[in-house]
Antibody, heavy 120, light 107 residues
């Protein structure tokens, strides 16, 4: 069965960086993409970006350009999301999710989420 | 970026009711529209993709329709487990966006 298992909760100070991991299993990692989505407390879903599991191509949300980097390690079927220069409004649950192609990109399976708290 | 606007933002309904949620895109997105359900403290779950294709395992009381800029998610007979927040999402451009969500509450 498809599983995406994320790393544990993080507490960071403003200005620091965080790197969240997402280990995939139950499918061929390089045949799908990985998207990252975050959700601030009590708020809606915010799409952060997408990375191809095949060739590592990326698309990032415009408001995060320059602060976010998404990578993959195909040898371990793991995706990573690094966010730099953290601010208090980056406090959120961060989700990784699998992307499949059905004539268009569709997010189907989600990780359990990683809470990142930014506080001085 | 393409803006996705859902309406209503919240609604109260009873078990057995028919519920319709709308999602409007700021420009045409053909049928590049997906719907997700999220329950408190849980990750979202894919319900419908490509505007009207039911994801495997999702009950048939859920249906989606629309094309271009206007889309709807319908729950034909609301069940207790359907009380949740629903999000639409477009993947028409390389910059994907979600609607703000519609919370379906118990009346």
């Amino acid at each position: 069965q498809v599983q995406l298992v994320q790393s544990g909760a993080e507490v960071k100070k403003p200005g620091a960086s965080v790197k969240v991991s997402c280990k995939a299993s139950g499918y061929t990692f390089t045949s799908y993409g990985i998207s990252w989505v975050r959700q601030a407390p009590g708020q809606g879903l915010e799409w952060m970006g997408w990375i191809s599991g095949y060739n590592g191509n990326t698309n990032y949300a415009q408001n995060l350009q320059g602060r976010v980097t998404m990578t993959t390690d195909t040898s371990t079927s793991t995706a990573y999301m690094e966010l730099r220069s953290l601010r208090s409004d980056d406090t959120a649950v961060y989700y990784c999710a699998r992307v499949f192609y059905a004539g268009m990109e569709v997010i189907d399976y989600w990780g359990q989420g990683t809470l990142v708290t930014v506080s001085s | 970026d393409i803006q996705m606007t859902q309406s209503p933002s919240s609604l109260s309904a009873s078990v057995g009711d028919r519920v319709t949620i709308t999602c409007r895109a700021s420009q045409s997105i053909s049928n590049y529209l997906n719907w997700y359900q999220q329950k408190p403290g849980k990750a979202p779950k894919l319900l419908i993709y490509a505007a009207s294709t039911l994801q495997t395992g999702v009950p048939s009381r859920f249906s989606g329709s629309g094309s271009g800029t206007d889309f709807t998610l319908t729950i034909s007979t609301l069940q207790p487990e359907d009380f949740a927040t629903y999000y639409c999402q477009q993947t028409y451009t390389t910059l994907w966006t979600f609607g703000q969500g519609t919370k379906v509450e118990i009346k």
